[in-house]
């Protein structure tokens, strides 16, 4: 595991994104239920347990199911969020099982639930998970160590067809189908310094030093980072069971940090905040009336303060929706 910048009580130092408006937006939710019982909070991407220190804080009466794919963010987490004690549980895992998580735990509503996707500091800053597409490191990227796909089986497996197709749609990448040959006739491909090479050299001479674009290797390892963890798949399974768990009142809030996140977020929460009525009907009967109401505009963005002092923010977007009726 890589040192991490700690504090002095030994609990480490981590800014989490958009923070005080998640707080600001989630809380509503979380305080004191009318029948004193606690007020139940998911945070599906628990990470080192920043957003989840900060909401447990302002909540008092919140209680946290902390979820993560990654054993060392777990480990990580549980030290920060020693102080509250029996107000958190943790489970590994990948968050598209959240209602099995919830019916193991025997919880059948929750207040708010919060997804902040992505990697952590924690992965990006361990070189040998393989992340660092920057550096010299294995061609690994599991956020979950017991899976057994990664990014060197895609690499040296897969055929050119399948590389370019994960390359156009998960990296968005003009040149995919260069790369992809590049790649398969380059094989064994070790690490991520010799893929970095080999996406280099496959682009035209104006673009390999990335003057332009950011590291040339950037949009190759986002495509194999999502192929690994198969994250828009999670993605999608998410918003459906986090939306069909949230209590009247309940608060969903999720960061994401590309355009191809958004854009199931963003598909997700219009669908549900929309009245389904078949056009033409003078009002709109209770049952085609929508059950959420937006509580962003658009995808809130940090300010330009925020995204100088933690870069990982910059790209960041942040949605939520309230639940308003019964399902
Ligand atoms: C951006 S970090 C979260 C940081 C956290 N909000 C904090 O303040 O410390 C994202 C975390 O989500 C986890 N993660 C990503 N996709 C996941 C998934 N599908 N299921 C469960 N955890 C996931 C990663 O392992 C990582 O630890």
Known sequence: MPT?????????????????????????????????TAAVLV????????????????????????????????????????????????????????????????????AAVLADLGLSSLQIADQTRGFAYASIAPLDM????????????????WSAAELA???????????????????????????SAQLAMVVRESLPAALRYGEQTGHPA?????????????????????LPSALARLQVGGRLAVLSYHSLED???KRAFTQETTDNAPAGLPVVPQHYQAKFRLLTKGAERPTATESANNPRAKSARLRAVQRIKEA
């Not at 030994?10 to 998640?22: F, N, Q, S, Y």
């Not at 909540?59 to 990654?70: C, E, S, V, Y």
């Not at 060392?72 to 958190?88: H, K, N, S, T, Y």
């Not at 980072?225 to 999608?236: H, K, P, W, Y």
């Open 218 to 238: 950037k949009r190759v390892a986002q495509a194999l980072r999502i192929a690994v963890n198969g994250e828009l798949e999670q993605l999608s399974a998410l």
């Open 142 to 157: 599991r956020m979950d160590t017991r899976q057994t796909l990664s990014a060197a089986e895609i690499v040296n497996t």
């Open 263 to 265: 854009r199931l977020v």
């Open 4 to 36: 991490l910048a700690t504090t002095s009580d030994g609990r480490v130092l981590h800014t989490p994104v958009l923070c005080e408006r998640i707080v600001e937006l989630l809380s509503p939710a979380l305080t004191a239920p009318a029948d004193d």
């Open 43 to 110: 945070d599906c991407t628990l990470g080192m347990g920043g957003h989840a220190t900060e909401l447990l804080s302002a909540n008092p009466q919140a209680q946290l199911i902390g979820i993560d794919r990654d054993s060392a963010a777990l480990e990580i987490a549980a030290q920060q969020l020693a102080p509250f004690g029996d107000r958190v549980r943790l489970v590994q895992a990948g968050f598209a099982e959240l209602a099995t998580v919830l019916s193991d735990l025997g919880i059948r509503q929750v």
């Open 165 to 191: 197709r994960i390359f156009t749609s998960f990296g968005e990448e003009r040149f995919a189908t260069r790369i992809a040959a590049a790649t398969v006739a380059a094989r064994p491909i070790t690490d």
